[in-house]
């Protein structure tokens, strides 16, 4: 197995990206596998939350932990849904992943 490997998949929270997370899940990720969800702000000002992140965390990225956090996701303008939620947790517990999202 390779060391430290991300695996991203790009998410809208529509049906589609959650049938391709749920592939990925299945199909790509391994055992220690850091998963990394990217989504995309089309509107306004998300550089400033990017911004935020990095002053906060060091990193661009959400840690699972915070993704589940309605606060802290309303914060960064983004809104997850239960669905993709219990198909990230479910993954982190069965196959001891690190998920983010980016």
């Avoid at 991300?6 to 899940?25: E, I």
């Avoid at 995309?40 to 990193?59: A, C, D, F, K, N």
């Avoid at 960064?76 to 983010?100: C, H, N, R, W």
Wanted: charge should be negative; proline fraction near 6%.
């Amino acid at each position: 197995m390779e060391a430290d490997r991300r695996v991203g998949v790009p998410v809208d929270f529509s049906a589609s990206s959650k049938n391709a997370l749920k592939w990925a899940v299945d199909n790509v990720i391994r055992k220690g596998d850091h998963l990394i969800l990217v989504t995309i702000r089309p509107e306004g000002h998300y550089e400033e939350g990017e911004m935020q992140l990095w002053e906060v965390t060091g990193s661009p990225f959400i840690p699972l932990s915070e993704f589940s956090d309605h606060a802290v996701m309303k914060k960064y303008g983004v809104k997850p849904d239960p669905e993709t939620l219990d198909i990230v947790s479910t993954a982190a517990m069965q196959k001891e992943i690190e998920d983010f999202l980016g």
